[in-house]
T-cell receptor
């Protein structure tokens, strides 16, 4: 069974401090991993996908297959980063299944 | 480009009733997925439709069923409603399946079962 674990429901950091939102997964095949974000009163939207290896809004995430992790990082938090962050795993193969984590609320304190 | 739309916005039903929720995909997308999001939880995958056929399903009973139409719009039907079905139902569309592809989410339909 595939599983996504986000161990922290709430993460509070000061503006300018580094941010790390943790995501661990369990999946027997080669997963596709994503980070989605939901800002206040907005829709859920894609932030990052691991295959792109890109940096969006200063955030990066590296897939570590050995540790089965896909942590989201940003060196300097900004107030506008305050939002709900969800890690998601998509199974490989033709018949697909998506698993989201419970989400982590990031609160950036001015 | 038109985004994903869902209707209705809110809905109140009683236990045992049936409900149909609707979703219009983003222009150019041929895959739609449905999710249930209970309060304080992440979205839970119900199923995915690609070219009018179910192409993936989560751990939901058969009373959750769906349809996708030739114009790629979709319906989620829930029979024999239970109190625990109260949740936000999200629809998301993407192009050519989910793997590696961004999903575009709708605003959701809030279902309350009394």
């Amino acid at each position: 069974a595939q599983r996504v674990t986000q161990p922290e429901k709430l993460l509070s950091v000061f503006k300018g401090a580094p941010v790390e939102l943790k995501c661990n997964y369990s999946y027997s095949g080669s997963p596709e991993l994503f980070w989605y974000v939901q800002y206040s009163r907005q829709r859920l939207q894609l932030l990052l996908r691991h295959i792109s290896r890109e940096s969006i809004k200063g955030f990066t995430a590296d897939l570590n297959k050995g540790e089965t992790s896909f942590h989201l990082k940003k060196p300097f938090a900004q107030e506008e980063d305050s939002a709900m962050y969800y890690c998601a795993l998509v199974s490989s193969g033709g018949y697909q299944k998506v698993t989201f984590g419970i989400g982590t609320k990031l609160q950036v304190i001015p | 480009e038109t985004g994903v739309t869902q209707s209705p916005t809110h809905l109140i039903k009683t236990r045992g009733q049936q409900v149909t929720l609707r979703c219009s995909s983003q222009s150019g997308h041929n895959t739609v997925s449905w999710y249930q999001q209970a309060l304080g939880q992440g979205p839970q995958f119900i199923f995915q439709y690609y070219r009018e056929e179910e192409n993936g399903r989560g751990n939901f009973p058969p009373r959750f069923s769906g349809l996708q139409f030739p114009n790629y719009s979709s319906e989620l039907n829930v029979n024999a409603l239970e109190l625990d079905d109260s949740a936000l139902y999200l629809c998301a569309s993407s192009s050519v399946g989910l793997a590696g592809n961004e999903q575009f989410f709708g605003p959701g339909t809030r279902l309350t079962v009394l």
